[in-house]
Structures are given as C-alpha cells and as structure tokens.
C-alpha cells in the first residue's frame, strides 16, 4: 500500500496573509520528484514549479534512476514507500553510482517513526519530510538543501582550482629551481618568509670561471641552432662535474660559468676533472663534424661576499669580491685547454704535485701574483713559468 492509499490526495497547507516563501533569485535550480501517486506528483510540481525551480517527475524507481543518469538534476524529492523499488534501495543505488552519488536526496513519507527516518539517512538522505506536506516546509527544506549542495560544488570546484594551481606552482618552482644554485633558492625562501632580502655573509670560498675561447667567432659564423644546443650540452657537462665535487654554479656568463666550492680540494679535483671532461666533449665534437670548444679555467680563494642584490622588481644572489674579479682575470690568461689557479688555492688545495708555479701581473691589478698551471696545458699567456 502506498502512502495516500485510503485517504485523499494531501493539500499543501497555507497560512492566509502569511508571506509567501521565495528562493534567491539564480539559475533555476532542477528537481526529480518521485513518487508512485500522480496526485502528490501533481502538488509537489505545482509548489516548487510556482517557485521558479525546474521540475520533473519519475513514478517509479527504474524511472529515477534512469533520468538522474541521464540528467544530473540538483536536488532529488524521493518518496519511500513505492512499488517493486522503496525509496531506501532507490537512494543506495543513486549513491553507489559516481555519475548521481552527489546529488542530495529529501524522503517523503507519512511514516513518522524514528526507525524510519534513521533508516532513511543510512541509505544516504540529507532530509526527510513528513505527509501531509506543509508548504512552507518544503520549500525551506529544499531551499537549504539546495544551497548546501551549491556550496559544496562550489566548494569542489575551488578545490579542484587551488589543486590545479598548486601543481602549477610546483611545475614553475621546479623550472626555476634550475636557474638558481643553492644559496641563490635558500636566500629567495628566506626573504620570502622574512618578507625582506637575506642579509649578505662573508665567507672564504674557492671561486671557479671557466670560458670558451674565441666563442664569439664561432656564434658569428655557425647556425645558431645547432651551437646553442652543442653550448646547453657543455655546459650540462661543466655543471654536473660542479655538483658533483660539492660546488654550486653561481651563474652563467655567456658561454662562461662562475661556480663557487667552500673547499679548495674539492675545487681542484672539479677543475681538472673539467678538463678532461672537456677533452672529450671536444674529441665527440670533431667526430661529428661540429666545432670543439676549448675551455679556459681560473681558480681564486678567498673571502667574497654572498649577496641579494637589485632592486625590488629585479634581484640576484651572487657571490662579489676581489676573489671573483680574479678567477675571471686568471682564466683569460690561461691558454686553451689551461688550468690556472693563485697561490691561496694552491696552499688551501695542499700544494698539489704538478703545479707550475709562475709570477705574472694580472690585468688590472698593481704587481705580479705567483700563479699555478696543472697539466695537461701550463702554458700561461704572457709568462715564462720560469721566472718562478
């Protein structure tokens, strides 16, 4: 028996010179009636029809399932007591399938026993109401569960926003990541939760400046496609061997390298690994038909300063001091293939066997300074190691 058997279709019930219900003024929202009775079809659907929502009807189970999957509608009235299908096993079926388990569903019943209503919310209702409807009731009823259910999609949709941001975010810090060293990503986080730069720091470090001879000539006269990706895979070459021996690259320079080692060993034995990684590099070059690019190298110990400098739309961590200016100074005077360092990295490198020691002056600098070459090259440019 269903629910209006043995008594007459229920009348929503009106209070006379009460306010009439209204909704917020959106998108109509949609509602599935259903309910085995044309009679209460008929009322729910004139009620909320008069109201501005869109509404369709189902008359049994089978039927509501198959036009919620068709058909996402917002809100689903649902009566419990119907023929071959209850409105619980309706309800349990909406919820197990993905494509409706969202949508909030309201039992209609006259059943009023508090087993009934627990059973209800089991099966995955948000709200149940009692026969005869009351109009007023209904409409606050569906109007709550309506807003709540905008809400949450709302909800979802920012979710689902701020998650795809986030993996934005992180694909963006990951590709930044790869043009800064160390230092350079630790100062950003720093002044990022201080709202203001790191402070700089003098530390003693080994600086390292390596650079390709005669480089312009070569960008003047080759296809610059093919040269820029032979230029990305040298210098892939110089910086893995950086990494690896504990340095960090500061920058590029063009087609240089300014890294900084906060251990003269360890600054050596990358340096010379440079060069033999370079030698190779260059032999694959040549066997390949395209040009070698023979490579400089400069070694300096000494105090620098590690710095955030620019202004507040451009800045950029870098290391500054006289150190720097002469591992530049030092690589442009060593020939092709060479390996110069000063006498502060060969005493803080424990005086390495091999080095040729010889006193030249430095290009912008006041006298001569004692400078080392490491085989295979310890040729210098305008010295004779044996003035040593």
């Known amino acids: 028996m269903t629910d209006t058997d043995a008594k007459p279709a229920p009348r929503a019930r009106v209070e006379i010179g009460g306010a009439r219900p ?41 039927m509501a399932l198959m036009s919620a999957a068709a058909v996402a509608p917002d809100l689903i009235l649902l009566d419990v007591n119907m023929p071959h299908m209850d409105g619980y096993e309706v309800c349990r079926r909406l919820k197990a399938d993905p494509r409706t388990a969202d949508i909030p569903v309201i039992f209609l019943s006259a059943m009023t026993g508090i087993g009934d209503k627990v059973m209800a919310f ?7 109401v009692t026969k005869p409807f009351e109009l007023r009731e209904v409409l606050a009823r569906v109007g709550t569960q309506l807003l709540l259910h905008r809400q949450r999609r709302e909800l979802e949709r920012q979710r689902k926003e701020l998650e795809e941001r986030y993996a934005q975010v992180r694909q963006m810090q990951a590709a930044l990541r790869g043009y800064l060293s160390d230092r350079a990503w630790e100062s950003i986080e720093e002044s990022v939760s201080s709202n ?4 700089p720091a003098r530390e003693v470090l080994t600086v390292l400046v390596s650079d390709i001879e005669d480089f312009v000539r070569l960008s003047e006269h080759e296809d610059p496609g093919p040269l820029l990706a032979d230029l990305s895979l040298y210098m892939a070459t110089v910086a893995q061997v950086v990494y690896d021996h504990q ?15 906060r251990s003269a060993p360890d600054a050596l034995a990358a340096a010379q690994r440079i060069q033999r990684a ?3 590099f260059n032999e694959q070059q040549r066997s390949h038909g395209r040009p070698a690019f023979p490579t400089r190298l400069g070694l300096s110990t000494g105090p620098v300063l590690l710095a955030s400098i620019g202004s507040s739309g451009r800045r950029e961590f870098t290391i500054i001091g006289d150190r720097v200016n002469t591992a530049f100074r030092i690589q442009a005077q060593a020939r ?31 006298g001569e300074e004692r400078l080392y070459a ?8 305008g010295a004779d190691p044996s003035e040593a």
Not at 122 to 128: C, Q, R, S, T
Not at 247 to 261: H, N, P, S, W
Not at 374 to 381: C, V
Request: glycine share 12%; no cysteine.
């Open 22 to 62: 209204e909704r917020p003024r959106e998108d109509a929202a949609n509602i599935l009636i259903v309910d085995d009775m044309p009679a209460n079809l008929s009322l729910l659907t004139s009620m909320l029809t008069a109201q501005g929502y869109e509404v369709r009807a189902a008359i049994s189970g089978a």
């Open 122 to 128: 089991e099966a995955g209702g948000v709200d149940y």
């Open 196 to 199: 203001r730069p790191s402070p």
């Open 247 to 261: 340095g960090e690259v500061d920058k590029y320079v063009g087609d240089g390298m300014l890294a900084f080692f």
């Open 278 to 280: 370079i030698a190779d």
């Open 336 to 366: 092709a293939g060479g390996l110069l360092m000063d006498e502060p990295t060969f005493a803080a490198a424990g005086s390495p066997a091999g080095a040729v020691p010889a006193m030249v002056r430095i290009r912008g600098k006041q």
């Open 374 to 381: 490491i085989s295979p090259d310890t040729a210098l440019d």
